[in-house]
């Protein structure tokens, strides 16, 4: 496990962003594997950047999106399959087409969680998995709990999820309580994991994380701290000494 903290949100956004670049650069048809919620959201404008000024081509890169709500339509602004074109997909020259994210809104969700998982297992698994952390432990939407999923599932969302994310809603009663998620196999079998966290509020997960001598389904992300090339980029401010 490598651990490197950047001073501020903007230097840890361009030390991942930096980390993409090169892992496409070694390989142009990477699988990457990306995360929604705040914390992401200046890796993809440094990505946009390097696309506009430094030529950074990402049109043989595959992307797999980490998960999605159940019951949004793909073009509900509150969706992550909206969001992940508005905020990155249109900016760069991706093909639409390799970009991966749960259907939501699928009939049948079961079935669209194991085609989930088929699909990346048929593309070669993901070389490069970014991901944040939730202030409970989760990554992707794997809560804390007696037992994780291995495959892609529909998991319902703590509260504290919930409460996280309703600020990106209206009201904490328009978040949806379901998701699809990523299950941790998918995850642990990622080449490479790059693990954000910045803001105060994620200090105390990060420190019981770092500080952990054991591994819990309790802390999802405690899991990590088994796999072979993993690198926490932390702002100071998420790392406490
Ligand atoms: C998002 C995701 C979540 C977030 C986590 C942190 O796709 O899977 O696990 O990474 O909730 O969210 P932010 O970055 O908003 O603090």
Known sequence: MKVLIEKDYKTISEVAARMIKDEIERKPNLTLGLATGSTPMGTYQELIRLYKEEGLDFSKVTTFNLDEYVGLDRDDPNSYSYHMRDVLFNHINVNLENTFIPNGKSK??????????????????????????????????????????????????????????????????????????????????????????????????????????????????????????????????????
């Open 108 to 241: 049948n969700l079961e079935d669209a969680c194991a085609s989930y998982d088929k699909i990346i297992r048929d593309k070669g698994g993901i070389d490069l998995q970014i991901l944040g952390i939730g202030e409970n432990g989760h990554i992707a939407f794997n809560e804390p709990s007696d037992k994780l999923n291995i495959y892609t599932s529909i998991v319902k969302l703590d509260d504290t999820t919930i409460n996280a994310n309703s600020r990106f809603f209206n009201s904490t009663e328009e978040v949806p309580k379901t998701a699809i998620t990523m299950g941790m196999s998918s995850i642990m079998e990622a080449r490479k994991i790059i693990l954000m966290a910045h803001g105060k509020k994620k200090a105390p997960i990060v420190k019981r994380l770092l500080e952990a001598k054991h591994i819990s389904t309790y802390i999802p992300a405690s899991l990590l701290l088994l796999h072979p090339n993993v690198t926490f980029i932390l702002t100071e401010e998420a790392y406490e000494a």
